[in-house]
């Protein structure tokens, strides 16, 4: 991998994201989070740049168990303060405020220090098939390791493992792969019954997402072959979501990540048809899908049986 030129790729995504209107004005909250996006540098001569990650705990009610992410979570309310017609009005916390306070929640890391830098917002993303307002605060932690290690402390009914990768590994292409994720267990989730969850599987069948395998960060399991290895989705992968912030991220910094970023795509042709009806973000559109998905679920039942009969 070529040398990046990192110093100014802070300095670029900055002016970038200063560019952008002020921070965003919470309404509706009730759908909306905030994540932390967390840089440092390694060594005094400010030549390795890191980011922080973390792996969610194991939870089998998590459907997203052991994953990689970054601190975050949802904005709750702050306080309740009155008005001037005596009624009481709901205060919220703000982008900016939620994430700091998840990030210590989640690993112990205190983002209002006077040697923390907030470099700023990214405009919010809107998560597939859930209705949520992702938005990410851009902070870096002027003090490299060398310097003062930082000690984290983690929350572990939410965090498994906190860690921190050289930025310059992302731009690894030997990385990049696509993981099929298991959609049997979400559809079961997402509509609380077992048999349509089924159904759903049967009929859309799994996801295939673009991902990057990450650095472990325990040197035993390390060794040359460690980025082509196939990987469990719990294995340090990065994708999804946090893969969204991480690509604006290095285009907000000038310096794009050489990765194909092709949508995530369904193992069956059928599922391909109603994923594009979840992507619409529509709920009568996600009530069409599922109600397709009944039906030719119902249509596919008939056929077999008939096909049975027949023979």
């Not at 970038?16 to 965003?24: A, I, M, V, W």
């Not at 290690?149 to 792969?177: C, D, G, M």
Request: aromatic fraction near 10%.
């Amino acid at each position: 991998m070529k040398h990046l030129p990192f110093q100014s790729f802070l300095v670029k995504l900055q002016l970038n994201l200063s560019s952008r209107t002020k921070e965003e004005v919470v309404k509706d909250t009730i759908n909306k989070a905030s994540v932390a996006a967390i840089f440092r540098w390694k060594e005094r001569k400010r030549k390795t740049l890191q980011i922080l990650f973390i792996r969610r705990a194991d939870n089998k009610r998590d459907v997203w168990s052991g994953q990689v992410a970054i601190p975050g979570g949802r904005r709750q309310l702050k306080s309740f303060s009155e008005t001037v017609g005596g009624n009481s009005s709901k205060k919220w916390e703000s982008s900016r405020e939620t994430a700091i306070r998840e990030t210590f929640e989640e690993v112990g890391l205190r983002l209002d220090k006077p040697y923390v830098r907030w470099i700023g917002q990214l405009e919010s993303i809107q998560t597939h098939l859930r209705s949520i307002h992702v938005t990410t605060e851009v902070f870096l932690v002027d003090r490299s390791e060398e310097e003062q290690a930082v000690i984290l402390k983690t929350q572990p009914k939410e965090v498994a493992n906190v860690f921190w990768v050289n930025v310059e590994e992302l731009y690894n292409s030997n990385r990049y792969h696509n993981l099929i994720w298991p959609m049997k267990t979400y559809f079961e989730k997402l509509t609380g019954f077992r048999v349509l969850g089924q159904l759903l599987h049967r009929i859309v069948g799994d996801t295939i997402f673009p991902c990057i395998y990450l650095p472990r960060p325990c040197p035993k399991v390390q060794n040359e072959d460690d980025s082509s290895i196939p990987r469990h989705h719990s294995e340090y992968i990065l994708w999804g979501l946090t893969l969204q912030i991480v690509l604006k991220l290095c285009e907000g910094g000038r310096c794009p990540l050489p990765f194909a970023n092709s949508p995530f795509r369904c193992t069956n042709r059928c599922g391909a048809s109603l994923l594009s009806l979840f992507r619409l973000h529509s709920r009568s559109a996600m009530i069409l899908a599922i109600g397709l998905s009944i039906g030719l679920s119902g249509a596919y039942k008939l056929v077999k049986a008939e096909f049975t009969q027949r023979n």
